[in-house]
Structure formats: C-alpha cells, structure tokens
C-alpha cells in the first residue's frame, strides 16, 4: 500500500507542481493519475521512487517513510517503466532484462535465466534475447520495459505513460497484456496517462488531476464516468461518458430472447423471416433472411449475411450487449457463452430497460 | 631506395620509437580526459572553466613547450620524458572538451532509467554513460593520436622526434631520400593507427551496427 499524506512538490522557480496531496493506493489493485500537462501527476509518481524529492508531506509504502531508505535501494525495489521505454541501446534485450537483478547482486547465469523467462511472459520471441534495442519496435520494446521492471519481482511498479509513444493498434494489445499480466501477477501499480479512455480501461481507481496538481476526484473508474465530481471532471472525462459507463454494468442479468438458427448445410424452414447461420458447435457464421428464398434452400457460405458484434452472457457488459444489438442487421443482438455457442438474443430495448432498472434512486442517492 | 635498403634498421629503431613517443600519451590523455570530461560535465562553471583551460594549452606551441617543461617538471633538457609530457597535455586538451561533449550527448531518458533502476552515481557513469560515448570519444582518440604522431617529429629539435629526425638529418646531410621515407612512414602510420581505433570503436559498439538480422513483426 502506498500513502501520499500532505505531499506539496514545489520547484525551485516556485510552481507548484502537487498541492497538498493526500491519497492511498490499494495493493494489488492499478491506481491510475489521469489529467492534463501540467497537473502533476507525473511528478507524483516520480516522488515514489524519490527521482523527484518531496517538497512537503511524506510518502510510505507499508508504512515505511520512502525518505528512510537508501534512494537507490528503495528504487531497486520498485519497478519503473517510462514513455519510450528507456531501455539502454548498448545492452542486448536480455542484458536489458537483467539489469536490476543484476544490480541486486544476482549471479549472471541467474539473472539471465530470470531475464528469458520474463521475455516469455511479456510475449517476446527468445531469438530477440542477443538483439540490441534499436532493432526492435516501440511495441517490441515496451515490452522489454515492462520485463525490465518485473525482473526482480517488485510488488510495486511505476508507470509512466508507458504506452503513449505506440501506435493505437499496438497500444490496445500491451494495454490488455498488461491486464492479463496483472490478474496473475497482483502488483501495486501506479500508472500515469494523459488518456482518459486509458485510464478507464486500466485503472482499478482513478486519480484526475487538475492544473495546478490538486485532486480532482478519486474513484472506481465506473462511478468516475456515472458521477463526475464538478465540471472540470465532466469535462475531461469527455465525451459519451454516458455510452462508456455502460461498459461497467454486467450484462449478466440481461433477459435472453429466443433466436431462430439454422445450422450450415441445413435446409432453410419456410416462411423464414431473419434466422442465424450457425455451425456444428452452434457458434455463429452469420444472418440470411426468408423472404424471396425458396422453402427447403440448403444454406450455404454464399448465402450469409454477415453479423454484427458478439458479447458474452456472464462476462460481458451493458455496452458490448448494446452494441451487439445495434450493429446486428437483424436488431438482434446475439449473446454466446463461455465457449462461444448461441446463448440468445439481446434488443436494444432490453438493454435500455435492464439499465432503467438499475438507475440508482434519487431519494438514496 | 639505396638509402632506405642500407639503413633498415634504424628506419626500424626510429618507427618504434615514434610509435610509443606518439601512442603513450595518447593512452596517458584518455586515462586522465575521463575523469576530467566527467567532472567538466557535472556543472555549467566547471565545464566553462575545463573547456576554456584546455583550450588555452592547446594554443601554446609545442616547441616552447618543449623548451618551457624541463625547468617546470626539474628534468634535463634531453629527457624524452619532457616530449611524452608535452603530448599527453595536447591530447588531455583536445579530448577533455570531447569527453564533456559526449557525455552530455547521452539521452537523458536512458541516464533518468539507469538511476530509477537503482545505479549509484559511479557505477552509472561506468556501466551506462561511459559505454554509450564511446562512438563520440572514439572520433575523438582518432584526432589527438593522428595529431600526436605528427606533433612527435617536432620532438627531434630537442632530440627526441622518431621519424622527425629523419627530416632533420635528411636536411643536414641533403638525403631527399631520407627525408622523403621520413615522410611516407609518418603518413602511413597514422593511417594504420588511424584504422585500428576505427576497429577498436567498431569493436566496443557492436550496438551501433546496422541491423543484419531480419526484423520480426510486434
């Protein structure tokens, strides 16, 4: 756990770059610091790892004054990943990894085998183990970043803006690696954007900032979007905030209509209006329609009309439902379970009305 | 080449002679232009000062200095000691200022990173800052040596010049022969010292090579 109590940054210029900052990040959870430059939320995440000294105030990490340690032990026990990776162009992508370890005072041989073991686990291929930095991608080497940080295992990492630098493509896929390294791993993260939609998807909490390094709110990133605390809030979580904070309401709850199906190869029923192709295993292909086909037409792959988004039953949420339904041609939002079978359908309606339920109560509000 | 062919042994004791008048300043002016460059580096004052310094010593010129040092150091006018001292203050004057440069030409990202990751002040400066300057300091060493092998024929006025002395008694005795492979023999050399540190630095970098290997996709 790591507590910012009354922690003012001020430069020598006299900006204040943090005002006042008192904040606890849960462990094991990602906190996010969202906001626009100049709000101090980088310099927050620096004071962590001391690259930047506290002005006033004091941080702790389970408890324990940050100021109490040794600036480079207490770094060596905290993962650092930065915009561009940072990685040094004179090591190989293995050295790379190695480096806290090594500074730890691991032998070599270990080291490097912790090293190759990590490049599996961020999904990088072991014949870039001898290459050198400036012969991968951005995104081959935000990933030799991320392993770097893991390489000792610290239960704290510090994130800064690690993803800004890729493009968007690559940056949705490291952001849900990230996820998926986190749900096995249960680190301490603090992670810095100045993406909101970011910050969202990745932050178990999220921190806005404001100009001026004040916090602005302090929520789960679903309350964050249905209650902004004031306008500047609103106004930078932007945008359909209404549309994305559906994407924290499960659909679980969701009533299943009947769907009409027919599995490929089959013959189409008479009087057929919109039925879903399906496979052996009932997993989705696609849309046809009845109307101006014969009665007893074997479906085919030229036939099909193809279909909009899928979303899961127990995993998914209000928005992927929502959005199932309304990019179906047939209106029918078409739900699967964990294995990808037809479970259902989803209308609109459904998913409006399921929300209109859930609506808090303005009396208990 | 009746000269040349008659005197190979001398052309020989000179060539050796030139070499490690010319290369152990060279060595002698790294050693101490690290350190300098290091702490030139470290403030704004400290970098104008060293860089002014050695500025200043490398506009004095080597025969006065050569004549200046012996009093200043309590040598004998003959001493070779006074040419390798001379030299090693050309070469510390050409490469502090080289040294500071490169350095500075680190990227600040990768020195902030190294710190994050828990280097302390020295061993960063060795692990990281030092080996990433090698391509600039490198080009550096290339300028003082060349410069210093043939600052060392100045040194046979006094008596200690290598190949130098090849003019000089090629001069007296009116051998062009002499003096002509007096020439050649110096250009040669740096050459040959020339392409070696080019080797060196290649060797110290194998980073800074273009890629051989095909890329793979993300």
Sequence with gaps: MIEFRGVTKRFPDGTIAVDNLDLTLDAGKITVFVGPSGCGKTTSLRMVNRMIEITEGTITIDGHDIMAADAADLRRGIGYVIQQAGLFPHRTILDNIATVPLLLGWSKAKAR?????????????????????????????????????????????????????????????????????QADLGKTILFVTHDIDEAVKLGDKVAVFRTGGLLAQYDEPGRLLARPADDFVDGFVGRDRGYRGLGFLSSAALPLGELPTVTLGDSLPD??????VVDGARQPLGWIHGSGRDGGLAVEHEHLIPGGSLYEVESGSLRSALDAALSSPSGQGVAVDGNGSVAGSVRADDVLRALEDARPDPAAA | MTWVLG?????????????VFALVPVVLGVVLSLPLGWLANRTGIGRTFTINVAGLLYTVPSLALFVILPPLLGTQILDPIN???????????????????ALSAVPAVVVNAATAMGYRPVRRFLAVELPLAVPVVVAGIRVAAVSSISLVTVGS??????????????????????????????????????????????LLTPWSRPVSTARSAA
């Design chain 1, 271 to 276: 009087g057929a209006g919109w039925v879903l």
């Design chain 2, 7 to 19: 005197n190979l042994e001398l052309i020989w004791d000179l060539t050796l002679e030139h070499l």
């Design chain 1, 113 to 181: 085998q912790r090293a190759a073991e990590l490049m599996e686990v961020v999904g990088l291929a072991p014949e870039m183990s001898r290459r050198y930095p400036g012969q991968l991608s951005g995104g081959q080497q935000q990933r030799v970043g991320v392993a770097r940080a893991l390489a000792a295992d610290p239960p704290i990492l510090l994130m800064d803006e690690p993803f800004s630098a890729v493009d968007p493509v690559v940056r949705e896929n490291l952001q849900d690696e990230l996820l998926r390294l």
């Design chain 2, 83 to 101: 040419v390798i001292v001379a030299l090693t203050v050309y070469t510390v004057a050409l490469l502090v200022r080289t040294v500071a440069d």
């Design chain 2, 157 to 202: 006025v006094i008596g200690f010049g290598g190949l130098g002395k090849m003019f000089t008694d090629g001069f007296q005795r009116s051998i062009p022969q002499e003096i002509i492979a007096g020439i050649v023999l110096v250009l040669v050399m740096a050459l040959v010292v020339d392409g070696a540190l080019v080797g060196i630095g290649r």
